[in-house]
């Protein structure tokens, strides 16, 4: 008798946690994981971003498909996104498998091989600063422009599978216009950041049996959360949306880079993306590549 009791003590427990647990539930769809993105990178009434720029460690796969190759990389990140008054901005540093500098200010961009002792010029003005050019109305020169408007420039829909191993949601986004070399662009958006947004625009509702209003859960983003110490993004405590873009070309290449350690809104300082030429290296513009030596 006193092991049914038990029993039945811990299947009324189980209930009664499943119909909270379903009480709480939270649907997440297309629609909800596209504006999770869009929100944390478009700008509002203030004229500002919730996510105005962002630093992060990377990892970085490339899949060759003629070569069958895969060629892999890692370093740091740190980019400024562009404005209606300001262009892109971004410095990559690369470890491995060699060090590398990748900058640009939006007028100009540095690709720095330290063991080669040379620095390749070029100028990119006339992408990010040509006369008329708008990062809210312009179809995205660059992926990182249009991070604020994917809905406008690419047709989205999850990817086969919709999720990830981890439980991420995949989208999966083809240009509506014709985009330099790109064919697809694959996105993992964080779940715990689909299901902050959800939580955060439902309007609370009447559970049966006459409940007070409750708003469905959040997720509990405790210190045990992969990004660590969580910034306030968009009037919560959010983490990054984005944990890996992939980038597939029109000849069947494609490259993937995953996010970790990621700190926003660092108010740069300008010269975070000027790069100071070394002494002694030499300076090459593309128009002289070609060219003998």
């Not at 990389?73 to 209606?84: C, E, I, P, W, Y």
């Not at 063991?115 to 390749?120: H, S």
């Not at 040509?130 to 408007?149: E, K, S, T, W």
């Not at 047709?155 to 919709?162: D, L, R």
């Amino acid at each position: 008798m006193k092991r049914f009791t038990v029993l039945m003590a811990a299947l009324l427990l189980l209930s009664v946690c499943g119909t909270s647990f379903a009480a709480q539930q939270v649907i997440v769809g297309l629609n909800d994981v596209i504006a999770t993105v869009e929100t944390s990178f478009k700008a509002g009434n203030s004229g500002e971003a919730p996510i105005a720029d962002f630093t992060a460690d990377f990892f970085q796969s490339t899949l060759l498909a003629k070569d069958k190759r895969e060629m892999r990389g890692d370093g740091q990140v740190s980019v400024k996104l562009a404005t209606a008054n300001s262009p892109l901005m971004y410095r990559f540093q690369y470890m491995r498998p060699y060090q590398q500098e990748i900058v640009s200010d939006g007028n100009s961009l540095w690709i720095y091989h330290p063991e080669n002792r040379e620095v390749i010029l070029s100028d990119v003005s006339f992408i990010y600063n040509r006369p008329g050019f708008n990062p809210d109305r312009d179809p995205a020169v660059n992926f990182l422009q249009g991070l604020g408007r994917i809905s406008r420039d690419f047709q989205i829909n999850f990817a086969p599978g919709m999720y990830d191993s981890a439980g991420n949601y995949v989208l999966e986004l083809n240009p509506r216009r014709s985009m330099l070399n790109t064919h697809r662009i694959l996105l993992v958006v964080s779940r715990s950041s689909a299901i902050a947004h959800v939580s955060q625009k439902t309007p609370a509702t009447t559970l049966p049996g006459g409940n007070q209003p409750r708003l469905p859960a959040r997720p509990n983003f405790g210190s045990s959360d992969k990004f660590g110490p969580l910034p306030q993004v968009g009037g919560m405590s959010d983490p990054f949306p984005l944990l890996s873009t992939t980038v597939e070309d029109l000849e069947g290449n494609s490259t993937t880079m995953e996010f970790t350690n990621i700190r926003i809104n660092n108010r740069f300082q300008q010269n975070t993306f000027t790069f100071v030429i070394p002494p002694g290296v030499q300076v090459v513009r593309p128009s002289e590549l070609n060219q003998p030596r």
